[in-house]
């Protein structure tokens, strides 16, 4: 089993810029493949980016791809959402998720099922 917690949360103003962290205890964080995950109010929760186990592969939503980089730190047992360019449209709570049932250089799709969830960190992006 694994723990995940989000962190770097906040208020930014439209064209700015945040970095996400979620830090993971438990067992070892390279057997995991991750993503992350936003659900803005009112709405259902909507895939942002994935990454495989060794960190080669990412796969993004059509709506960030260019403006957020998902990255890992396998060492650090940390997952990070590299946000750019924000849009207000990008407000949300942001969650990470994690899966050991990938292999090393799979990465999930946006309708994965995956096992261990973080809380959430919020995110504001005002216009």
């Known amino acids: 089993q694994v723990q995940l917690v989000e962190s770097g949360g906040g208020l930014v103003q439209a064209g700015g810029s945040l970095r996400l962290s979620c830090a993971a205890s438990?067992?070892?964080?390279?057997?995991?493949?991750l993503g992350w995950f936003r659900r803005a109010p009112g709405k259902q929760r909507e895939f942002v980016a994935s990454?495989?186990?060794?960190?080669?592969?990412?796969y993004y939503s059509d709506s960030v791809k260019g403006r957020f980089t998902i990255s890992r730190d396998n060492a650090q047992s940390t997952v990070y959402l590299q946000m750019n360019l924000l849009k207000p449209e990008d407000t949300a709570v942001y969650s990470c998720?994690?899966?050991?049932?990938?292999?090393?250089?799979?990465?999930?799709?946006?309708?994965?099922?995956?096992?261990?969830w973080g809380q959430g960190t919020q995110v504001t992006v005002s216009s």
């Open positions: 998720a994690a899966t050991p049932r990938v292999g090393w250089g799979v990465v999930t799709g946006p309708m994965y099922d995956y096992d261990y």
């Open positions: 438990g067992r070892t964080f390279s057997e995991y493949g």
């Open positions: 990454i495989s186990r060794s960190g080669t592969y990412t």
